[in-house]
């Protein structure tokens, strides 16, 4: 019998792993808000395996056993935001003010120096249910700018 790691398309080699209060509120604002599509769940505990195009998040309900270190004080995730690319953010940003989901940031575009230059991106940001902030962006040309 093939594992599971065998007979999906793609697994990214890094993928967050979030400890979320409630399973249940997190997998919905990962799915309904935002769009991630569900490769695999399991129970005891609440754990889910989420993707969106290219980009792979992994959200498991906080449990006695679980990777913590310390305590857990809200907002999680202090000092780190997520950038999640994807090749259209506008459907994301307008469920999201539809839905009066408090924005971190509204959408914008911005410019960073690379090697290469300067890299564009249309970005905005949102805070999941726990906190954690989350980067969406796409990828600019120096002709799409806004």
Known sequence: ????????????QMVPELTVTSFRKSLA???????????FTRESPNFAYLYQESAQIMIEEHHR???????????????????IELADIAP?????VKSDV??????????????????GQREF???????????????LNEEESL
């Open 125 to 139: 940001l949102v805070q999941d249910p726990d906190g954690y902030l989350l980067r969406f962006c796409q990828a």
């Open 29 to 39: 604002f990962y799915t309904d808000a935002l769009g991630f599509q569900v490769r």
């Open 92 to 96: 994301i940003y307008d469920r999201l």
């Open 102 to 119: 408090s924005l971190y940031q509204v959408i914008e575009e911005n410019w960073y120096q690379t090697n290469e230059g300067l890299a």
């Open 1 to 12: 019998m093939e594992s599971s790691r065998t007979t999906n398309k793609y697994w990214n």
């Open 65 to 83: 056993d679980g990777w913590n270190i310390e305590p857990l004080d809200k907002p999680f995730g202090r000092g780190v935001n997520f950038q």
